[in-house]
């Protein structure tokens, strides 16, 4: 059986099963997107799923700009979504 | 160890995938004391991306979707046993972001794939470096493609390997080559609805490759199985066909589809059949290698028969610059098991310098392994040409480099009211290819838009000029300044 953690998303906690990914976890909260871009302000997510895009940067624990598919869960890990993007 | 310490190893090989492993195990099995520098936190790369064994469902295998798998487990298997006794030094989420050369010696300087990977080296000094950076999603824009809910057609085969669900999501699956098909079996397996897979080029263009073909037994028996996944879920397969358009604004709502012509030219797609209603898009147009830290250490590179720029290696896997070996998709996409074949080639060569190699018959069984592999990589690369004109179907203001939200227009105004006549200049005039992900998704395609305003094709220059990176990816101030500390290479 899968163990669970449960990570914090924008103050609200989202159950996640251990050694997914961030990305993982926030689309099976069925967001697609959590940022929008510097210029034209349009909402991105997950595109490459590899780490190569860095389309689906989030704020985890206070450390900006990380890619939210290469990052595993961690129990009370903080994501925030609304933090600058760059 | 502090993070900004140096590690003296005999090998360094960089990457963590088919070749990688492959390589890194040769290497030690022939007494040569390895450095595995690998951005991800499991072995596997891409190709044997799989679950941490405690997010596994009930029911749920290590091994669900994977292909030779048995061949990964070997390798896992005795990597672990060198690992142990400390002649291979794993170091997992440590990315690469360049290599300097010195006259015996090469430096690889190291930084933290995510903030809370601890780094148990700033940099790797060794005589010899085997990169094996493997490749990834090539991508053509097309109008919409940024709306959330598209992604690239490996980046929903990593999504569903890293156990993520997409139960009650209808997509779509477009682009060329036979990486569609595992696409949209992953997809299945997930719990999506596949409602269609849409193959830009004609069936017959499989044909032209058979004999190749028939001597790849494992290569039919892999196209059968996913044959049958469509089979059994109805999944139609719609040849000559391309998705054109995206609709939708914070979310996917459906596709326009389009007949490709036999001249590469499209066509709207008529009536029922020219639309679909989805939630996610898969694109995939091949791949493209990652060819960042070849190009900044100064490896002579050509652009393949697909079209991508690879490095140029001579039988032994050497490049043209002293101590830098290179293996898998970096020197021509051909798949996984070419890549194990090529990584244990290039570490025999390194080894045989210092100690014992694989031997001259198991040498000649691989090369013999390769060529056959190639001549089936080319062959599928033959049938899995881009379609001509692609570049007719963008609209001015569709996004070509997501990063820095660059149009196609605003590449053509470069090229035509700024006279830039190659990649590079209009990079500099666009920032095409100069944001966070430097080009690596945009490259290729910004290559093709600027070639197609001069009526021509895109050459390996103008690739190489979008695969240049000063840093061959992102790297905190703090390891920056950090990496001060050590000395170069002698």
Redesign the interface.
């Known amino acids: 059986?899968?163990?669970e953690v449960v990570i914090v998303v924008d103050g609200a906690p989202v159950i996640a099963?251990?050694?997914?990914?961030v990305?993982?976890a926030l689309?099976?909260t069925g967001r697609?997107?959590w940022r929008t871009?510097?210029?034209?302000g349009?909402?991105?997510?997950?595109?490459?799923?590899?780490?190569?895009?860095?389309?689906c940067?989030v704020e985890?624990?206070g450390?900006p700009?990380?890619?939210a598919?290469?990052?595993?869960v961690?129990d009370g890990m903080k994501v925030n979504t609304r933090a600058g993007h760059e | 160890m502090p993070a900004t310490s140096e590690l003296r190893v005999e090998v360094t090989v960089v990457g963590g995938g088919p070749a990688g492993l492959s390589s890194a195990l040769t290497a030690a099995h022939a007494g040569l004391r390895v450095a595995l520098v690998d951005a991800g936190s499991r072995l596997g790369g891409q190709f044997w991306r799989h679950p941490d064994p405690q997010s596994l469902a009930p029911g749920q295998a290590e091994s669900d979707g994977q292909h030779s798998w048995r061949v990964f487990e070997r390798m896992r298997a005795q990597l672990r046993g060198f690992i142990a006794t400390g002649r291979v030094l794993h170091l997992a989420g440590h990315t690469a972001w360049s290599i300097e050369r010195g006259e015996s010696a090469s430096v690889v300087r190291l930084t933290r794939s995510w903030d809370a990977v601890q780094l148990i080296a700033g940099s790797v000094r060794s005589e010899h470096v085997i990169l094996c950076p493997g490749g990834y999603d090539r991508q053509l824009p097309v109008p919409g493609w940024t709306v959330p809910g598209v992604m690239a057609a490996g980046g929903v085969q990593a999504l569903v390997k890293n156990g993520g669900r997409l139960d009650g999501r209808r997509a779509v699956v477009t682009g060329t080559g036979p990486f569609l098909l595992p696409v949209a079996a992953a997809l299945t397996r997930a719990g999506a609805t596949v409602v269609a897979v849409c193959e830009a080029n004609p069936p017959s263009a499989w044909l032209t490759g058979t004999g190749s073909v028939l001597r790849m037994p494992s290569k039919i028996a892999e196209a059968l199985e996913f044959g049958l996944v469509l089979g059994r879920h109805r999944i139609p397969y719609r040849t000559r066909t391309a998705v054109t358009r995206i609709h939708g604004t914070d979310h996917v709502e459906g596709v326009t589809l389009s007949r490709v012509r036999a001249d590469g030219g499209i066509v709207p797609s008529a009536g029922a059949r020219s639309h679909l209603e989805v939630d996610l898009v898969a694109l995939g147009w091949g791949f493209t290698p990652d060819l960042g830290l070849a190009v900044a250490a100064g490896a002579e590179v050509r652009r393949d028969v697909d079209g991508s720029l690879v490095a140029v290696v001579d039988d032994d896997y050497r490049s043209s610059v002293a101590g830098l070996s290179i293996a898998g998709e970096a020197t021509g996409v051909g798949g996984a098991m070419m890549a194990v074949h090529e990584g244990e080639l290039a570490a025999s060569a390194v080894a045989s310098e210092t100690g014992v190699g694989v031997g001259p018959a198991r040498a000649a069984r691989l090369r013999r392994a390769i060529a056959r592999e190639r001549a089936f990589a080319r062959a599928m690369h033959g049938a899995s040409a881009l379609p001509a004109g692609w570049t007719a179907w963008l609209d001015p203001d569709t996004v070509v480099c997501r990063c820095e939200e660059v149009s196609a227009g605003d590449i053509r105004n470069a090229c035509g009211d700024l006279g830039a006549d190659d990649a590079r200049t209009v990079k500099a005039l666009t920032r095409a290819g100069m944001g966070w992900c430097q080009g690596r998704v945009c490259g290729f395609a910004t290559c093709e838009v600027t070639a197609s305003c001069a009526a021509r094709s895109s050459t390996a220059d103008d690739l190489r000029a979008m695969s240049k990176r000063v840093l061959a990816s992102p790297v905190r101030l703090g390891d920056l300044a950090a990496s001060d500390d050590t000395q170069g290479p002698r």
């Open positions: 059986m899968s163990a099963r251990a050694g997914t990914s990305a993982v689309t099976e697609l997107a871009t510097r210029f034209g349009a909402p991105r997510g997950l595109f490459c799923g590899i780490g190569v895009c860095y389309d940067l985890i624990d450390a700009a990380q890619r598919c290469i990052v595993p961690a």
